[in-house]
């Protein structure tokens, strides 16, 4: 059911695209070319013209042929895209990026941080920060710092050494 579902999904997101994309194909080279892409008679022109010899030279007739062959492609491009992504998501994607650009936070300039707790002795930062590690001085005695650490590495490397 799952799978059904999925496909009915891409079947729709597939059917609006090309929808979309025949307005505008058709809008574009109704204006560009005088090319009407829903009526066969046009295409029955442009066949006979390149049957008796014509050539495709300029660069609207060129262009003419490159956006007639890439609108499939463009097609499963943009369904792939929206079905991935989802449909809405993708159509308000530049309207959410104009909010985040106008609405963004500005930086910080200044920072302001406040100590606390340090105390109520007045005096310089290094004398109060000082006196709080000769308070704590036997819980550091007793805790490894990196001269322990340090020596404790150079004995177990010695041990391995004589080994």
Known sequence: MKKMKKALRY???FCTVFLFLIFVYFHVFKVIWSFNI?????????????????????F?????????AIFP???????????K?????TLTKPINK???KFNA?????????????????TGDIDEIISDKLKEKGDVLANSNTTKSIR???SVKIEENEKK
Not at 38 to 58: C, D, H, I, P, Q
Request: net charge positive.
């Open 151 to 153: 020596q404790l590495i």
């Open 11 to 13: 079947i729709a997101i």
């Open 85 to 89: 992504k989802g449909f809405w998501a």
């Open 60 to 68: 609207k007739d060129c262009s003419l042929l490159f956006l007639m």
């Open 98 to 100: 104009l909010y985040r």
């Open 105 to 121: 936070p500005e930086p910080m300039d200044d920072v302001h941080i406040v100590i606390k707790n340090l105390g109520a002795k």
């Open 73 to 83: 492609v463009l097609g499963f491009y943009i369904t792939a895209k929206l079905y």
């Open 38 to 58: 829903l009526n066969v008679k046009s295409y029955k022109a442009m066949y006979s013209f390149w049957e008796r010899g014509g050539v495709f030279k300029t």
